[in-house]
């Protein structure tokens, strides 16, 4: 079973009474429900979803708030995975339940409820929960990505959605997908107050602890490749220093240096594998006096230079000797 079925099935479980209950419905209903109309019965709504636990959830809903005649029944998808789809008749009072749940005027079906279903936070919240089981997912946190969305069939509902959204500091964002308008986050906090909005409370757990250990995990790799990398600049540049140290003990210009720029010689020789952090320590340590590692670094650069000089020199003298 996958993440998002887990939340859809724990949302689902969730009791729901007065106006919030109205809320879950609606949006419930507006999001996975047809109109018919029959010679017999006239108009019915007809309810289909690939959740058991939803459908569960909405059979129950409409049974305890309207006195109805309702119909279930279940067949298979006719793809390849053969899923279930659980259905739902709703033979009388279809218009009177869909005027009570805010999606019904003169007009026809809304594109979005009346403001009066969501009047409160409460509403709100018990709202988002019923278009999450209806159109929603979510990936697992175990995932590359962090990624939640809500279908819906108007981007009049989409911006309703986000609307909703945003009271809880949520920035919901949309993108239109095979015909149908697509409500998504990204950010994994956001996903997180989602989930706690909607009471999914043990999926939010789980994907706080995933979230957790997988960001630790990261970082981690990122300050253990920072150290990596550090430690072969430092390995690269130590390199470099015993070249020209060698340069300069080659011509004889060792015990010609100055003190502070000699010692520094013989500290690299005798700790050829030392960061200049190192160097610095063992330093302050054998003479007392304290060298910053920008010091440290410059008396290196000095020695540079005066390899390089020589080096410089003694490119030109074979030149000369060529042409002798």
Known sequence: MSFASDVKNEVAAKVMTGSDARAELSALIQMCSSLSLSSGRGMTLLVTVENAAVARRIYSLVRDRYETDIEMYVKRKMNLKKNRIYGLRILSGAVGIMEDLGIW???GLRSAPLAKIVQSDNNARAYLAGAFL???SVNSPETTSYHLEIAVNSEEHAKFIIGLL???AINGKMVSRRQKKIVYVKAAEKIADFLRIIEADQALLM???VR???DFLNSFTRLNNMDVANEMKAQAAAGTQMEDIKILEEAGRIER???KLRDIVYLRLEFQE???NELCTVYRERTGNIVSKSGMKHRFVRIHEMAEKIKAQEKEKETRT???
């Open 105 to 107: 005027s003169a007009r």
């Open 134 to 136: 209806a159109g929603g």
């Open 166 to 168: 945003s009271r809880f």
């Open 207 to 209: 994907f706080e602890n």
């Open 212 to 214: 957790i250990e997988r």
């Open 257 to 259: 240096l100055d003190r």
């Open 274 to 276: 030392a960061s200049l």
């Open 322 to 324: 060529r042409r002798a």
